[in-house]
């Protein structure tokens, strides 16, 4: 399985600003999701990143809340937009594997909005 | 309905004890079904596909029923490295690689 990783790991983060999150792979994949664990909850799709044209959100999340960029097929950006206590959450990168649907995790970042 | 549920847990067990417990999918055009584990604070890491005649990985064996679309995972001779909690994952009928993910069955293996 691919290597994923991400920055930052952590931050804390104050209201009305924006973080960025980056998602690196070590191989080129063609499939990348972003998704969004809140505490104490499963995974939350957010979007997927396609590369080269826009990504394609989930019912409740929207471009200028969540900003993706996807400039290749190693890298992902997500951008949390504006921030408020209820964007605390733990955020993840995901691929999918060669062939079929298994998904990798990168680490995630936890973000923590003040 | 949730696409995916699975009873929360805590399943309680002492170290050599056989541990198991279901998901119920909503879709029944779901195509691919997986149990991911997920230790506190990190990210889920795949634990196993799941197939339709079933298939073990040592101590793990998964069992896929499409016609009440439920899907089980048993651990047998748990170990206390076991304890985490266990996702179940739905792929969705719509064959765009997404997938939909239960809350977590949360398994604690006590010495």
């Known amino acids: 399985s691919a290597v994923i990783s991400q920055k930052p790991s952590r931050d804390i983060c104050q209201r009305g600003t924006s973080l960025t999150i980056q998602c690196q792979v070590d191989s080129q994949v063609t499939m990348m999701f972003w998704y969004r664990q809140q505490p104490g909850q499963s995974l939350t799709l957010i979007a997927t990143?396609?590369?080269?044209?826009?990504?394609?959100?989930e019912s409740g999340f929207v471009i200028d809340k969540f900003p993706i960029s996807r400039p290749n097929l190693t890298f992902s950006t997500l951008t949390v937009s504006n921030m408020s206590p209820e964007d605390s959450s733990i955020y993840l990168c995901s691929v999918v594997g060669t062939g079929n649907y298994e998904q990798y995790f990168g680490p995630g970042t936890r973000l923590t909005v003040t | 309905r949730k696409e995916v549920e699975q009873d929360p847990g805590p399943f309680n067990v002492p170290e050599g004890a056989t541990v198991a417990f279901n998901c119920t999918y909503s879709?029944?055009?779901?195509?691919?079904f997986f149990w991911y584990r997920q230790d506190c604070r990190k990210e889920p890491k795949l634990l196993m596909s799941v197939y339709s005649s079933g298939n073990e990985d040592g101590r793990f064996t998964a069992q896929l029923n499409r016609a009440s679309q439920y899907i089980s995972l048993l651990i047998r001779d748990s170990k206390l490295s076991d304890s985490a909690t266990y996702l179940c994952?739905?792929?969705?009928?719509?064959?765009?690689?997404?997938?939909?993910f239960g809350a977590g069955t949360t398994v604690t293996v006590r010495a």
């Open positions: 990143a396609n590369q080269g044209s826009e990504a394609t959100y």
């Open positions: 994952v739905v792929s969705r009928p719509t064959n765009d690689y997404k997938l939909s």
């Open positions: 879709n029944s055009a779901s195509q691919s």
